[in-house]
């Protein structure tokens, strides 16, 4: 049992060592078409504005180089509102798979004054 208990914390240190803090500040801001070349789950900042409503917690999110489809969940937008004129700061990951265009997953959504 011992031995099983150690074999597990060894194996899992290594992943444990690569979590922390990132700040976003530090992390330069990505436009669309930068985001639709990265791969499945890599952490982006978007600078731009929401264009329309697609369905449930999908949004159109556009900037000055395209357009891409962000995944925004109720709790996300931390009660604030919205609108197409408005310039915002989202934060998330990419979420890509073979069948389907490249999307955002946000984790956070900030208005810029």
Do not use: C
């Not at 049992?1 to 690569?18: D, G």
């Not at 990505?30 to 900042?45: C, N, P, Q, R, W």
């Not at 709790?75 to 999307?103: C, H, M, Q, S």
């Amino acid at each position: 049992m011992k031995k099983t208990l150690l074999l597990l914390v060894i194996a899992f240190v290594p992943f444990a060592s690569n979590a922390g803090f990132i700040d976003p500040k530090n992390q330069a801001i990505m436009t669309v078409s930068e985001v639709k070349k990265l791969g499945d789950e890599k952490a982006v900042i978007m600078k731009g504005s929401i264009e329309k409503h697609i369905s449930k917690d999908k949004y159109q999110f556009v900037d000055a180089t395209g357009k891409i489809v962000v995944e925004i969940d109720g709790e996300e937008w931390r009660g604030i509102d919205v609108t197409p004129d408005d310039t915002i700061v989202i934060v998330g990951e990419t979420d890509k798979d073979w069948y389907r265009e490249t999307r955002v997953d946000v984790d956070s959504v900030r208005i810029i004054k």
